[in-house]
Structure formats: structure tokens, C-alpha cells
């Protein structure tokens, strides 16, 4: 298809007038492109380079040679040919600004400094700042399984009578029945207790010689009746009962039960149930499993890159999605000290206080942490021009004067860049270097014409 058969086409919908006007300014233009070239190209001798009518930056002492970028015939430059000013001083885009002849011999690039303030360039000096590193990961609410406990008789055999938890995930308060317990020998060790507390008491009043025998005698029976799990005040309730009983209610076990209540050892609830009422239970046999309310985990997976500066002891910041106005402070108390072979992560373990129970296990989270990594010379990320796997700045030395430099960067921190080599403290850098990036195909080219630095 020719030329004029495409800009037919582009133009297909277009007023008719509109269409003609078109194709003649077409026609004028194409015409007068192929003198320049037809002249130009005749005196070599006066031609300084080639370049792209489109893309000024390319240069090339090809005569026959196309434009990398768009393909097209590239077009002399005189040795005599300045670079021309608009009469309001503004220009369109990147190469405009930056067009060969505005480049010295050795790279610098110059422009007005008034043309600098209207296209608005800022500087800014390379200074040493403290940096930190971000750490970033997704996490999940589990539960704290340091809290779990097993709930049984270890004391002796018997049956359940009667079971308040009676299904899995439900609440309870410390000192909460979670059942009542009908045992063999709880009624005989009941006596035995009673026997040595009644004893303890009265011996001082007749024989103060045998009160460290009794006091022996005493704690060896008040060990023996901990084995059967009971609280403090259950134990208080059954010295209470010594005094106020005698010997004949004793031996017969009246006002004595068979039968207690196990009680909660803290707020939790029931994670895991293996009980039934009415059934019988041997000595130590599992009968409940109970689970902590007081705390949660929040175990993180950290990518390979964070997992170096990932410590026990770090501080995190724990948020969740499903509530974002809740943001619960953290420090991580575990490290596996293995990295998932699919996921390339390593877990960490964040212990948070839940009293309120707001964060059951499964909810999703995410972690996030900063790590000091002291001070260091530091640049704005903004002023960093990536080309590839290189990085370029351009080095302010007043008057309009632009020089490219390629920069070896390392910690990105924010909004800074820490600098490895390339500058020294207290140069003077642009710092919205946006205006040369038009596109990256002109900024390649730009380069390109520099050429590799060191």
C-alpha cells in the first residue's frame, strides 16, 4: 500500500474538505523531505552526522542508514546547523529539550537555565541519612498452641456424671465446672486429708514438740491430694469442712460426696472434645482439650530476600483486612530455621495479646517491620533514571550544564536510594529527572550517544 493509499485510509472518515487539506500539507511535506535529503546528502563534506527527523537523538554517520527506533530514512545534519529556538521558549517533550547539537564534546548536556525553570527541574545535594529496611509479609491467625491443655483424672478411674463443655469451640471463665466426676478412692482421700488437716490443728494446743512432724505430715497429704486437679478455693472448702465436722460423721463419710467438679484452669475454650456424659474414663485418660484466649499467633511467611533480617526480638506491626482500624503491636518470638521448598518463605511466629477475642485463628494478616541499617550516602529515588540494568543521574555543575553518570545503587528505603559509587557527598544532582523520560526508546538513544561510563 502507498503512502498516499494509507493516509486515504486514516483519513476515510474525515469531511471531505477536511480530507483534502489533509493530503496536500501530505504531499507538501513529503515532497520537501525528499529535496532536503536529495540535497543535503550531495555535500557530504559539510554533513556532521545523520539523525532521525523523529527521534533527534539518534546519530549515525550512515548516509544510507534507517532509524532504529521508527525505521525511517535518516536525514543529514550540517556541520553549520544550530539548535533553533521556538519564539515562546516552550518545547513539546524530552527530545526537544535534549536534541544532539545540545550536547558537548564530552557528554555534558546544556541547557538555559531559564529553560530549565520552565520545564521544572529541581536539584537537590547528595547527603548521608539513616536508613531502614522494610520488612513485608502476608501472615494468618493460628492458635497458641503453648496454651493448650489436656484435661483429665490422674488420681483414679471413674465416670462423668456430668459435662458442662459439651462441645468443641464453646467458652468458658476460669474456675468454670467444665464436668462433674464420679471416682473411685476420692471419698476415702478425702477422709485421709481431713484426718492430717483436723490433726495439724489441734496438736499445737496440746503438743507444740510434734507441730513440724504434723506440718510434714500435712504437706505430704495436701501433694497427695493435688494430684486430682483441684483449685485452691476447693481445697479451702474441704478444711473448712474438717473443723466443722466430728469423728463420728467422719468414719461414716457423712456430708462427704463421692463426686467433684473439674474445673477451668483459665478463659479459653474447648478445642477438642473426646468426652461423653456417662462414660467411663480410666486414671490420666484424656478427656478435653482446652485452648488459651488470652494470646494468639501470628505466624508470617517472609520471602527468601527478608528472611536475613528477620530476628527473634524484632518489633512488628501487626494489621488485619478484615478490621484495618485495628493495628496490634508485636515482636516475633520463633524462627523456623528450615525455608518452605515450594514457597521459598521462612515462618516467623508473632505472639499478640487477644484478651478482647477479637482475633480467632484463621483470620488473615499481614506483618510489617522496619529494620535500622545505619547511615549512608543517599540520593532521592526520583532522580534515578533506570535504563536496563544500569542507573543514571545527572550531575548539576551550574550555568545549565548536565551531566550523566551511571550509579551503583543499593538499599531502596522509601523515597531514597542509598549510593554505593558514582557520587560523592554534597554534589549537586537533579531530582525530577521525569522530564527526560518521553519515552524510553529516546532515553535508550540519549544514552547510547553518551556512551558507556564507568
Known sequence: MSFIQQLQTISGNA???????????????????????????????????YTCTMHP????????????VCGMDLVPVLKSSTLANTDSGATTN??????????????????????????????????????????????????????????????????????????????????????TVLCEGWLQTQIDYIKAYRNWKRTPLVSPNNSIALD????????????????????????????????????????????????????????????????????GQSLLELADHGHVWIVAQFPEDQA????????????????????VQGEISFIDPHVDDQQRRIMARIVISDEAHMFHPGLFAEVSGEIPMGESLTISAGAVVPTGNKFIVFVDHGGGKLEPRQVELGLHSGDYYEVISGLSEGERIVASANFLIDAESRIQGVLKTWGDRP
Not at 241 to 259: C, E, V
Open 15 to 49: 469531511p471531505l474538505s477536511r480530507r483534502r487539506a489533509l493530503l496536500g500539507l501530505s504531499l507538501l511535506t513529503l515532497t520537501a523531505c525528499s529535496r532536503s535529503v536529495q540535497e543535503t546528502k550531495a555535500t557530504d563534506s559539510n554533513v556532521a552526522y
Open 57 to 68: 537523538f539518534v546519530r549515525s554517520q550512515d548516509a544510507k542508514g534507517k532509524c532504529p
Open 94 to 179: 524530552a527530545a526537544a529539550v535534549i536534541s544532539p547539537s545540545s550536547m558537548d564534546g564530552n557528554g555534558t548536556v546544556n541547557i538555559a537555565p531559564e529553560r530549565m525553570q520552565e520545564i521544572g527541574v529541581t536539584t537537590e545535594v547528595v547527603t548521608k541519612r539513616n536508613l531502614t529496611r522494610s520488612l513485608h509479609a502476608p501472615a494468618r491467625a493460628e492458635m497458641d498452641e503453648s496454651s493448650l491443655r489436656d484435661i483429665n483424672v490422674k488420681a483414679g478411674a471413674g465416670y462423668i456424671t456430668k459435662l458442662y463443655a459439651s462441645y468443641e469451640g464453646m467458652s468458658f471463665r476460669k474456675g468454670q465446672p467444665l464436668m
Open 216 to 283: 510434714n505430715q500435712l504437706e505430704l497429704m495436701r501433694a497427695r491430694i493435688r494430684v486430682w486437679d483441684l483449685s485452691d478455693d476447693q481445697i479451702h472448702d474441704l478444711e473448712k469442712f474438717a473443723l466443722s465436722t466430728n469423728d463420728i460423721d467422719l468414719k461414716t463419710g457423712h456430708g462427704l460426696s463421692g463426686s467433684f467438679d473439674v474445673l477451668a484452669p483459665f478463659d479459653g475454650y474447648v478445642h477438642m472434645k473426646k468426652a461423653v456424659e456417662g462414660m467411663r474414663f480410666e486414671a
Open 308 to 327: 536475613m533480617y528477620a530476628n527473634v526480638g524484632q518489633k512488628m506491626t501487626v494489621t488485619f483486612p478484615s478490621m484495618p482500624q485495628h493495628k
